[in-house]
């Protein structure tokens, strides 16, 4: 395990932003409304409030045109998802906030016997994927799901699944509601089961951006223009969040890239984190 202070691939880390206090709300204009009448519930914020609705919309515009398919799972982790010998065993995923199918498309393609669950609080996004041209209902049962309110286990055998994939997906809930999410994944989840996580990390340039534009809803936690929120993990925060729901740490490292913004002729630091937990 390295400390939250180490970044891979070799750069400077810069101050993670961690404000003990939220901030005023910015009165920026969104819709009819100013953001600041927005809230009107103070224990959740009008964006958390409204993130199915503002998913769906990000899915209407965008297709399945957003994200690039995520090759690097199996490189990065091929030793979870490969083939048992015998069919009866074969390895089974649950991807929560599949979105459009960039990560299980990749995986079913590179393991032949992988079942997969998928489930998104989108109906926008399990529309993509049951409209993928590699869907089959043989080896993907994509359903509807808040995994933050609806019971997993309602959909999926309680102690059945292999792996679980949480790509991009816990940045956009609520730090609130992290924990229930956790906990309602290790129903699910076989004893000896894995969580592995890719996610955002403290100090991304684009965390930088929504708190030089004063979109922070708490500590680590912002919404975007189009109503999205998201979430910038510290390894002390993740692995805290999973030792708490009883799960075990097996690795966690945040990572760092340069990248050359030709454009606007800037150099900006993507980070993101990776992490794999496992059920005792
Ligand atoms: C950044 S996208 C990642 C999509 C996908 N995992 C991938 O690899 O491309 C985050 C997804 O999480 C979904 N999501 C956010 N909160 C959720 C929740 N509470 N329950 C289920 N899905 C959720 C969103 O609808 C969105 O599709």
Redesign the pocket.
Known sequence: MSSSSNFMMGSIPIAAVDRRNCCQLPTIRVGSLTSAEYVNDNSEHYFCRK??SC?DK??KRHQNKF?KD?HYLEKDWGKYFSDTDDDVNAKVLL?????????IFPLIAAYPKLFVHA????SQ?VTLVKSHSNFTEDRINVFL?????DDLAETVLPSSVDVV?????L???SPN?MLL?VQNLKKVLKPNGHILLRDYAVGDSAQVNLENKNQMISDNFYFRGDG?CSFYFSEDFLSSLFVRAGFNMVDINTYCRQMENRLHNITVQRRWIRAIFSKP
């Open positions: 993130s199915v998913w990000f899915y994200f995520r991807e929560v906030g599949c979105g459009a199918g960039n990560s489930c998104d609080f989108s996004a799901c808040d995994a933050a309110n994939t949480l790509i991009f997906m940045s956009a809930v509601k999410v999205t």
